[in-house]
Nanobody
Framework: QVQLVESGGGLVQAGGSLRLSCAAS????????MGWYRQAPGKQRELVAS???????NYADSVKGRFTISSDNARKTVYLQMNSLKPEDTAVYYC????????????WGQGTQVTVSS
């Protein structure tokens, strides 16, 4: 059973920084890509950033230049460095993973709250 464990959320003032981490449990499957999504109250879940096992990254336009996604493949961990945070970044952030052996399955973490005060 794959598990994703997130950490690093919290309350920060606008302009501040936070770093999220997500560790995938050990499994016999190989990670294809990991990413971060977020969902604000009353809104749909949206992609924030993703990274493939080869290191290719993708960002939502709203976070480009402020957020950086990185990964440690050996530790099966993905990070999201969030700088210059804005109140509109307030949301529950979810870690997501896809595995080569199960491309049709979305694995999700439990979510971590990020609140940016103005």
């Amino acid at each position: 059973q794959v598990q994703l464990v997130e950490s690093g959320g919290g309350l920060v003032q606008a302009g501040g920084s936070l770093r999220l981490s997500c560790a995938a449990s050990r499994s016999r499957f190989s990670i294809n890509a990991m990413g971060w999504y977020r969902q604000a109250p009353g809104k749909q879940r949206e992609l924030v950033a993703s990274i493939t096992s080869g290191g290719s990254t993708n960002y939502a336009d709203s976070v480009k230049g402020r957020f950086t996604i990185s990964s440690d493949n050996a530790r099966k961990t993905v990070y999201l460095q969030m700088n210059s945070l804005k109140p509109e970044d307030t949301a529950v952030y979810y870690c997501n993973a896809h595995y080569f052996e199960r491309p049709w399955v979305d694995y999700w973490g439990q979510g971590t709250q990020v609140t940016v005060s103005s």
